[in-house]
Nanobody
Framework: QVQLVESGGGLVQPGGSLRLSCAAS????????MGWYRQAPGKERERVATITGGGGTNYADYVKGRFTISMDNAKNTVYLQMNSLIPEDTAVYYCNLDYRNAFRSLLGVWGQGTLVTVSS
């Protein structure tokens, strides 16, 4: 069974920075893509950024130039560096992993979420 553990959320002032981490653990899986999503109160969950096993990245327009997604393949860990944070970035951030199991089936798993609050 594959599990994700997130860390790095917290309270930060506008203009500040935070780095989120998400570590995948388990056996017999091949990572296809990892990503970060967020859900603000009263809103639907939305994609923030994704990264493939080959390092290809994709960002939502509202974070381009401010957020950077990266991955340490050896540690099965994905990071989200968030700079120039604004109050509108306040949300619960969720990590997602799409992977293939030993039978080559494509599966997905979510982390528990970590709260990011941008406020003065």
């Amino acid at each position: 069974q594959v599990q994700l553990v997130e860390s790095g959320g917290g309270l930060v002032q506008p203009g500040g920075s935070l780095r989120l981490s998400c570590a995948a653990s388990g056996s017999n899986f091949d990572m296809d893509r990892m990503g970060w999503y967020r859900q603000a109160p009263g809103k639907e969950r939305e994609r923030v950024a994704t990264i493939t096993g080959g390092g290809g990245t994709n960002y939502a327009d509202y974070v381009k130039g401010r957020f950077t997604i990266s991955m340490d393949n050896a540690k099965n860990t994905v990071y989200l560096q968030m700079n120039s944070l604004i109050p509108e970035d306040t949300a619960v951030y969720y990590c997602n992993l799409d992977y293939r199991n030993a039978f080559r089936s494509l599966l997905g798993v979510w982390g528990q979420g970590t709260l990011v609050t941008v406020s003065s």
